[in-house]
């Protein structure tokens, strides 16, 4: 999150931010394990209220996408890539899905995963951490969004698209995200 500020031109709003989620103590010393995800949680809404609507959906769908280079980078051996990046795109989304659905504590933190993979791939998400008391006109989940728009276009597609069609801050029954 301090580098999507800080690339987005934000970088004056990390403090009050930061401090807004309580997680001030993050700016001089970025966590290197996990973290409870209410702090995370808080540190999305801190964003969505210091900045106006556009802004805080780019700052997060930024942050997103710096979380996948980190996951392709550190969590998915090099090998898997490379199998991947050479199998046709509907078995490597199929294999990007039964991954994503085998370590779904990263991606779903308390909430509920599930995934139904094919044309199109639906990923979901029931009691999302990052939605908790959160209320709002339009989806909200820019950064998970983002994670899975740049996983799979890495990984299977690079003409892939991501879209939330449903969220539970607009009073959805869960986060949905269609993968095209």
């Known amino acids: 999150m301090i580098a999507a500020l800080t690339r987005a031109g934000h970088q004056r709003h ?42 805080a959906l780019a700052v997060l769908a930024g942050a997103g996408r710096l979380t996948a280079d980190y996951i392709l980078a550190v969590r998915i051996p090099r090998p898997a890539h490379a199998i991947m990046m050479r199998l046709p795109a509907g078995l490597a989304g199929r294999l990007l ?10 991606f779903a933190g308390s909430g509920r995963f599930s995934a139904r993979a094919g044309t199109p791939t639906v990923l979901e998400i029931s009691a999302n951490p990052l939605c ?44 949905r995200f269609v993968v095209d």
Request: hydrophobic share 50%; charged share 15%; with cysteine.
């Open 97 to 106: 899905v039964s991954a994503i659905r085998a370590h779904a504590w990263t």
């Open 14 to 55: 990390a403090v009050p931010i930061f401090a807004a989620a309580g997680a001030a103590d993050w700016l001089a010393a970025p966590p290197t394990t996990m973290v409870d995800e209410r702090r995370v949680a808080q540190l999305h809404q801190a964003v969505r209220a210091t900045l106006g609507p556009a802004e």
């Open 132 to 175: 908790a008391g959160g209320r709002a006109a339009a989806p909200t989940c820019a950064w998970r969004a983002a994670v899975y728009q740049r996983l799979f276009e890495v990984l299977v597609s690079p003409a892939v698209r991501v879209a939330e069609t449903a969220c539970e801050a607009c009073g959805d029954a869960c986060c």
